[in-house]
């Protein structure tokens, strides 16, 4: 099975239930990647994730970036569209995120995918989230 998780808000919603989960799916021989946003500026950059991970004590089998915007309502469209895309491109048949908004589009693009939103506190999350 491949596993496809959102960082932000997601992950580190509960980065030690999350650790758990991804080193038992991997040890069970699922692949599991981080599928998360990044601005068109290019941050947060790959190797700020891959130290993020680190920190956490967590590995997974890939990274990657969803391009979005830098403007705020953009990016929620850009980015989706593009988790979406790497989703079916990726054959990815689970996908886990925060945002009601990735979730509904993943799921409208590809209709056979797990779609699984994580609703849970997260002290930066601004209005809409």
């Known amino acids: ?15 030690s239930l999350f650790g758990q989960l991804i080193r038992d799916l991997r040890e069970k021989g699922n ?15 790959l ?13 997974v089998d890939a990274i990657l970036l969803a391009k979005g915007s830098s403007d705020p309502m953009s990016h929620l469209w850009t980015c989706g569209q ?3 895309r790497m989703v079916r491109e990726g054959g990815f048949d689970v996908f886990i995120d925060d945002r009601a908004s990735f979730c509904n589009l993943v ?10 939103q994580i609703v849970a506190e997260d002290p930066f999350a601004g209005p809409g989230r």
């Open 107 to 116: 799921k409208l693009r590809n209709p056979d995918v797990l779609v699984l």
């Open 82 to 84: 593009e988790k979406a």
């Open 1 to 15: 099975m491949k596993i496809a998780v959102d960082m932000d808000g997601t992950l580190t919603s509960a980065p």
């Open 47 to 59: 190797e700020d994730r891959q130290q993020q991970l680190r920190g956490l004590g967590i590995e």
């Open 31 to 45: 692949y599991v990647a981080l599928l998360t946003g990044q601005l068109d500026s290019g941050l947060p950059s």
